[in-house]
């Protein structure tokens, strides 16, 4: 069975500057795929990023970047320059390699402070 | 052009009713979701379709029929609704189903009282 853990229920984060969301995970597969997204308050699902397994480069997307440790099963989000509008809920998510669904963690509540 | 509608956004009813939430995708996606976000923010699957076959079909009541009348809309209807079916309902989709992004409708938020 998948699981995937985000440890930090609630963080906050001084405007312009640097925080880190972790994620842990938990398969035997070695093929799959790892996504952050994002929930504003409006409730849209916003996809924030994207890591194939089996590419040992760490995916980035301007502001957003992630640390992927395969052995260690850890998928962090790394957000530059933070803005207000980044105040969110942000999931961490697995999908196998055979697909078909998304695993979710419980999220993280990241409060941008002005 | 909303890319994965549902309707209707906010839903209350009455315990013991029947009801229904809608979505449609317009990006020609071959995978479809139903996902259920509980109060404390967890999103759990319910069902996957893939080319209108359901694929996943999660511990969820049978009270719960999904219904793919073709690959872009993929409906859920809920029979004698219970208090502990509040809420939010996600539509998703995406290319196939192999790892590439879902995109989600703005969810429906259902209330039984």
């Known amino acids: 069975a998948q699981t995937v853990t985000q440890s930090q229920p609630e963080m906050s984060v001084q405007e312009a500057e640097t925080v880190t969301l972790s994620c842990t995970y938990d398969?035997?597969?070695?093929?799959?795929?790892l996504f952050w997204y994002k929930q504003p308050p409006s409730r849209q699902m916003i996809l924030v990023i994207r890591?194939?397994?089996?590419?040992?480069q760490n995916a980035t997307e301007n502001r957003f970047s992630v640390n992927f440790q395969k052995a260690a099963k850890s998928f962090s989000l790394k957000i530059s320059d933070s803005q207000l509008g980044d105040t969110a809920m942000y999931f961490c998510?697995?999908?196998?390699?055979?697909?078909?669904?998304?695993?979710f963690g419980t999220g993280t509540s990241l409060t941008v402070i002005p | 052009d909303t890319a994965v509608s549902q309707t209707p956004k906010y839903l209350v009813t009455q315990m013991g009713n029947d009801k229904s939430i809608k979505c449609e995708q317009n990006?020609?996606?071959?995978?479809m979701y139903w996902y259920k976000q509980d109060s404390k923010k967890f999103l759990k699957i319910m069902f996957s379709?893939?080319?209108?076959?359901?694929?996943i079909n999660e511990t969820v009541p049978n009270r719960f029929s999904p219904k793919s009348p073709d690959k872009a809309h993929l409906n859920l209807h809920i029979n004698s609704l219970e208090l502990g079916d509040s809420a939010v309902y996600f539509c998703?989709?995406?290319?196939?189903?192999?790892?590439?992004?879902?995109?989600f409708g703005q969810g429906t938020r259902l209330t039984v009282v």
């Open positions: 998703a989709s995406s290319q196939d189903g192999r790892g590439t992004e879902a995109f």
């Open positions: 398969t035997s597969e070695n093929n799959y795929y």
């Open positions: 890591q194939e397994a089996y590419k040992q």
């Open positions: 990006l020609g996606h071959d995978t």
């Open positions: 998510a697995f999908m196998p390699y055979t697909g078909n669904q998304f695993y």
């Open positions: 379709y893939n080319n209108k076959e359901l694929i």
